[in-house]
Structures are given as C-alpha cells and as structure tokens.
C-alpha cells in the first residue's frame, strides 16, 4: 500500500530555529504502518535539543524532526501488518535493530545500533504522518483517549525505572524530581505497593501536582538538606547530581538507588565510600523494554492518573511556543503538540 511521499513537520535546524515544512516520508515496507498523529508528547530531551542543539552526548548534526512521544491512528499498512486501518495507537520510539545479541537477549532499549524517534538524525513525530515499524505501535483500548495517549511513553519509562529499582509491598520510596517522569514514577511506584512515596522538589506548583495525584508527602528542598532517613527506594528523576547524592544519604542500609533522569556525562562528588559501607546499590534506567503494555493497561483501569499530568496543547504551527512553555510557566508539567488540531 503506498503512502503519501512528504508529510508537514516541525523540523529543528539549530538552537531556536524550528521550522513547520513538507518533510520527506519513507516508503512503507510490508511490516510498517502509517501513523496519522494525534498528539506528541513535549520531553525534556526535545527542549535540550531545540535549546542547545544537543541533549546529554547527542548533537543536532542535520536538520531533525523532534518528538518521540506518539500517539495516532493506522491510516496505511504494509501487506504483513494484521492491525486494522483505523486502530488508536500508541508508538514506541525505539525498538532496536532486532537482531543484534542485545536486541535478541530482550534488552533492546540499549540496542548498540538501533535508532529513536527524534534523536538526531532521526525524524520524530512532530509531523502530521509518521511511518513506523509494526511492533514499534501498540492498540489503544477505548478507555485510553488517543490525546493522552501520546503520554504512554513517559509512563513506559516510569514503569521500567520501578522494575529497575525493584520497588516492592510496602517499601517506603523517595523520588526527587516531581516533573512529568517523576510524578509517573510515583504513581507506579504507589500501584506497585509502595506503602509511602515521597516526592521532592524545588517547584511549589509541581509538588502540589504530585499530592494531589497521591504522593504520601512532599518536600520542597530548594536551600536546605533533606533530612530522611530508611528510605528503601530511591528513583532520581530531576537530573541534578546534588540531588541524587541528597537521596543516596536517605536510603536505609541495603538499600537501591535508580538514576532515571537525563544524567551529565560525568559528576565529582559520588559518595562512594557511604555507598560501600551500607551496601547501598546505585544502578541506571534508559528509556523502556517491555513496559508499554503495562503502561497501557495502568492508564486503561486508573491506576495511573495520565490526565492529570496534561497541562497544555499547542498546533503544530505553535511548536516553538509548546517547547518553551514548561520553562517559562511552572504550572506546566506535560504539554502535547496536535498536528492535525489548528485550534489546539
């Protein structure tokens, strides 16, 4: 089935140069489908890359479609595809290569070759249509809304952090960072049997955010220490080192700490000595394997609450304005961009 050659999309040239053009579309193999886009979520990696040219250690090197947060409907499929034109999906973004050892092993989020959507030199989904691999889209059930949709990747990565940091019945848990990803991982971790979760940050709008979405406490830690102690769990969600080596001294002996958010490429200052006499293990979460069906059906039956992270929704032609918008306004958390809406 053939699909259009060229399609609308918000192209990045350079630190602030976003321009809405006709952006060539890939021929749709036999396994691909045609997503005609409904929403895209903003990231924190798509305000880097407009902002800088680069997020952590990857950099602009050609003009790129951001956006890898996707959520859309089949218009076209390839002749293996058994999914029906017209069926709600959400897109997971990077699926790796498939083939190599690490892809085969299960663990394809840290795929040596793979590709994701809007990493540069990837196109993204801030565009009107998107061709996607078969099981890169995952069918939407109706009690999804196809807008929030697009908000299933952030939770993917908020449940595989919570894999990771093996949250567990009754743990008692700290998440410092209460932007989009570390209200997700609160709730997940609340749904996976946290009996306390407790959430810091420096952002009185946000933390209120949280509590209101079921955070047994928060804190705001701007100026001060953080003064806890037996903490089990620790998920680092706010990409500042002074953070995490404030959490690190929370945690009781024995216990686990997760980087989930964005980290620099490297940091002085690890406590490393305090972590060797408690025994306390410091381990990473990249992006998500295998979590997309569970993401789906936690927002499906309400134990995550993906509508009350959705603050804002911008047209295609206002991208600029949707990717500066949650740091200019602290009310922000989670904007989409709608590239088939002109009154979003």
């Known amino acids: 089935m053939s699909t259009p050659h060229s399609t609308r999309a918000a192209v990045l040239y350079g630190p602030g140069d976003l321009r809405v053009e006709d952006r060539p579309l890939r021929p749709l193999g036999p396994d691909d489908v045609l997503v005609t886009v409904d929403a895209v979520g903003v990231c924190g990696s798509d305000m880097h890359y407009f902002a800088n040219g680069s997020n952590g250690q990857n950099v602009l090197r050609q003009p790129t479609v951001l956006g890898h947060e996707a959520s859309g409907v089949i218009s076209a499929k390839g002749s293996c595809v058994e999914l029906e034109i017209g069926t709600r999906v959400a897109v997971e973004p990077a699926v790796g290569c498939g083939t190599c050892e690490t892809c085969r092993s299960g663990r394809y989020n840290l795929c040596p070759v793979g590709t994701c959507f809007g990493s540069p030199p990837t196109d993204g989904a801030f565009a009107e249509q998107i061709v996607a691999a078969r099981r890169a889209v995952h069918p939407l059930p109706n009690t ?150 569970t993401a789906i059906a936690m927002a499906a039956d309400g134990r995550v609450d993906l509508a009350g992270v959705l603050t804002g929704r911008f047209p295609l032609d206002r991208a600029v304005e949707a990717l500066r918008a949650p740091g200019n306004d602290p009310t922000q958390l989670k904007v989409v961009v709608r590239p088939g809406d002109s009154s979003a």
């Open 144 to 293: 999804v809304p196809l807008e929030v949709g697009a908000l299933v990747e952030p939770l993917a990565v908020a449940v595989w952090a919570v894999r990771r940091a093996g949250v567990e019945f009754g743990d008692r848990v700290l998440v410092t960072g209460a932007g989009p990803i570390g209200i997700l991982v609160m709730q997940v971790a609340r749904a996976a049997g946290a009996t306390e979760v407790i959430v810091t940050d420096v952002n009185d709008a946000r933390l209120a955010q949280a509590l209101k979405l079921g955070a047994s406490v928060v804190i705001n830690t701007a100026g001060q220490e953080l003064e806890l102690a037996g903490v089990d769990r620790l998920l680092e969600c706010s990409a500042h080192p002074a953070a995490l080596w404030q959490g690190l001294k929370t945690l009781r002996p024995a216990g686990r700490a997760i980087v989930v958010g964005q980290a620099p490429p490297s940091v002085d200052g690890l406590p490393l000595a305090h972590l060797q006499r408690w025994e306390i293990e410091l381990s990473t979460a990249f992006r998500s394997a295998h979590a997309f069906p």
